[in-house]
């Protein structure tokens, strides 16, 4: 996926197929959070900026861009378990049995990155409340780009998980991937309040 062009990876998205989907899109759209804060953070150099704190900020991104990139692969790779663990054999009660235990594997398997993908919103966010007081102000509407990006990551992830949830029948799993849906709710929050200290700082 990572190789494909943008306009070939909207042509799988559009197309009846079933991955990738919106998963995929949930991680894409942190990776692109945590490209804005690497590229807000290279424009915030020089004298009058904390190189340790930018120098930091860039690290993380880019390690975080590297992780969402490789949870949109994941993503897909745990649907088609979940596609495969439908298309088993239901004749038999022994059948009925297995299929219904690998289907809630596989369910948790597909809840899995999108959980991964609320933790890295989450760390993208606070990422952004780094830099919002600190970086470049002729960038400053990036940080609020990026804050909406790992928003959009967030909500959407916990939609995927949400509906994996119902076929999770481990309740040690289905507790902490409901932890995970929930943490999305503080993200969302707090990357409005970004939004709205850069709506309201370039309204001045």
């Known amino acids: 996926m990572r190789d494909d062009t943008i306009a070939a990876f909207l042509d799988q998205l559009a197309a009846r197929v079933p991955v990738p989907g919106g998963g995929a899109t949930a991680a894409l759209h942190a990776a692109q959070a945590a490209a804005l804060l690497a590229m807000v953070a290279r424009y915030s150099d020089g004298p009058r900026y904390d190189a340790g704190l930018m120098n930091r900020i860039v690290a993380e991104a880019d390690e975080l861009r590297e992780d969402a990139l490789a949870l949109a692969e994941a993503d897909a790779t745990a649907f088609g378990a979940v596609a495969e663990a439908y298309r088993l054999p239901r004749t038999t009660e022994r059948e009925t049995s297995a299929r219904s235990a690998a ?102």
Not at 137 to 150: F, G, K, L, S, Y
Not at 177 to 184: E, P, T, W
């Open 103 to 204: 289907i809630s594997s596989a369910l948790a398997g597909a809840a899995r990155p999108p959980a991964d993908v609320v933790r890295t919103a989450l760390l993208l966010v606070s990422l952004a409340e780094d830099l919002l007081p600190a970086g470049n102000r002729n960038v400053i509407t990036d940080v609020a780009a990026a804050a909406e990006a790992a928003r959009a990551a967030a909500v959407t992830a916990r939609l995927n998980i949400e509906v994996n949830l119902k076929g999770i029948t481990d309740p040690v799993l289905a507790e902490e991937f409901g932890a995970a849906a929930a943490a999305a709710g503080p993200v969302a929050e707090r990357a409005d309040a970004i939004v709205a200290s850069v709506r309201a700082e370039i309204a001045r």
